[in-house]
């Protein structure tokens, strides 16, 4: 189905090796294809499996979460029923307090810095009667402990909630102080801020008035210098052009230069072709004087030879 695409040729037999390297070259390209898109789905299905692994575990702690914050609340519901006791109980040991024949208003109960309870002596021999009519029973006994002990710990907690509550007045005073004092030091940084502010504004716009006029002569001093630079350009393009002009003009020069040492070379040579040339007619008559010479010596020898044979001839007859 990947290489359905080919085209092959319907009306021939055999196939060239075009055609043989084309159908490699598309089943190497869709094997690496497959191969690419198999190792997605690997890695799609690694990456499913450690999400569905962390959505396990997501549900797992989310059920111990469940069964934690179940617990609390049965915990919380049992601290709020023995909280609900325990104040049902003070209450009713409160209300048998109050019902006892006793004389305590001149008691007072203070706290100091070790957290002791000082009464007076009147106090204490009231406290000693009410607590021997109390003893009488050992379960309002402990009550009456437990109810004393627990205005100790009122009277404690009211001492350290007085003495918090004093200290936070006095941290509270000098936050105010602080406030104030800052308020006044921001205020006049504020005015001092608000004047430079003034003067940097006084500034900007003398800055800015100066900076015009310097753009305007900075513009001035640009358009000026690009008229400068299209004059120069054009100068430059005109030197370049008679500089062209001069190498071509030393090009030719060069070129007939070379020319007229060829001719004066081609003139030296005819010269010296001139010199042997008369070198060789010199010979030449030279020699033809020589010939002529030879050949007057020879007529002259031959005649002498025709007369001598003549008088040989008459001498035989």
Known sequence: MLIKDINIPLN???????????VKFRLNEQSHLIMALKESADRELLHRKEFEEKLAQERDRSCELQEQAEELELRLLQSQNLVASLSQTIEKL???GKRKPCTTSDTQIQCNRDYEIVTSEKGSNTNSCWIEDVLQNSDLKRESNELAAALRKAEIDKFNLTQRLMTILAERRNANLDF?????LLEENYAQAKRQ???????????ASRWSDERADFENQICERMIK????????????????D????????????????EALNANKQIKRLNNRL????ARYKNLQAVFEA????????????????????QHCK
């Open 197 to 207: 502010v003034e003067i940097l504004q006084q500034e900007a716009l003398e800055n």
């Open 246 to 261: 001069l190498q071509k003009e030393i090009e030719e020069l060069n070129l007939r230069r070379k020319k007229d040492a």
């Open 12 to 22: 021939t037999t055999e196939f060239n090796s075009n055609d043989i390297n084309n």
């Open 94 to 96: 409160t209300g048998r």
């Open 180 to 184: 104030k004092n800052s308020k006044t």
């Open 278 to 281: 008369d070198e060789a007619d």
């Open 229 to 244: 630079e299209e004059e120069l350009t054009r100068i430059t393009q005109q030197l370049q052009q008679e500089n062209c």
């Open 294 to 313: 030879y050949k007057q010596h020879t007529n002259e020898l031959l005649q002498a030879e025709k007369k001598l044979n003549k008088k040989l001839r």
